[in-house]
T-cell receptor, first 114, second 111 residues
Framework: AQSVAQPEDQVNVAEGNPLTVKCTYS??????LFWYVQYPNRGLQFLLKYITGDNLVKGSYGFEAEFNKSQTSFHLKKPSALVSDSALYFC????????????FGTGTRLQVFP | DAGVIQSPRHEVTEMGQEVTLRCKPI?????LFWYRQTMMRGLELLIYFNNNVPIDDSGMPEDRFSAKMPNASFSTLKIQPSEPRDSAVYFC?????????FGQGTRLTVV
């Protein structure tokens, strides 16, 4: 079964420092992988996705994610964190090849301190 | 497009009352999902539809919950009777080619 895991409930980082939010995956076949962000009192918003090709995927708000097949990871990164990046981040994978149903991770709360 | 529209944004009701949450998906999207989010349980998928047909309702907590999608532009999630443990934020999302667009959610409080 397709699944993703987010090993950290919370990540704390100082503004201006690089940030990493971790995600590992377990899928059969070629993985499609997603990151979503949830700001307070809002629904989830799409950040970026990996389908195939370049292992470094660029997304919204200056975020990028690195697909690593050998480590089965898809970590979200940003070179310089902003206080406004503080939010809940979810990685996700489709349940199968012929469905739009996404399996979400448990979420990681990112706190960026001034 | 205005995105996925949910109503109401907030709902406070008394235990035992019927609650109906509404969702208008993005035009042209094939899938519609209902989620519930709480601090304790995180994000839970309740039910989803493909082309207005319910595909998987295994996440619906019990018979008090029901969902319908009478046409491609409207869906409802009904709770009858409501209980305090149903208090949560309920999200609707629609997708096309896997990318999901979420509504702003309905914050339900059952007292």
């Amino acid at each position: 079964a397709q699944s993703v895991a987010q090993p950290e409930d919370q990540v704390n980082v100082a503004e201006g420092n690089p940030l990493t939010v971790k995600c590992t995956y377990s899928v059969s076949g070629n993985p499609y992988l997603f990151w979503y962000v949830q700001y307070p009192n809002r629904g989830l918003q799409f950040l970026l996705k990996y389908i195939t090709g370049d292992n470094l995927v660029k997304g919204s708000y200056g975020f990028e994610a690195e697909f690593n097949k050998s480590q089965t990871s898809f970590h979200l990164k940003k070179p310089s964190a902003l206080v406004s990046d503080s939010a809940l981040y979810f990685c996700a994978v489709p349940q199968g090849a012929y469905t739009d149903k996404l399996i979400f991770g448990t979420g990681t709360r990112l706190q960026v301190f001034p | 497009d205005a995105g996925v529209i949910q109503s109401p944004r907030h709902e406070v009701t008394e235990m035992g009352q019927e609650v109906t949450l509404r969702c208008k998906p993005i035009s042209g999207h094939d899938y519609l999902f209902w989620y519930r989010q709480t601090m304790m349980r995180g994000l839970e998928l309740l039910i989803y539809f493909n082309n207005n047909v319910p595909i998987d309702d295994s996440g619906m907590p019990e018979d008090r919950f029901s969902a319908k999608m009478p046409n491609a532009s409207f869906s409802t999630l009904k709770i009858q009777p409501s209980e305090p443990r149903d208090s949560a934020v309920y999200f609707c999302a629609s997708t096309k080619y896997t990318e999901a667009f979420f509504g702003q959610g309905t914050r339900l409080t059952v007292v």
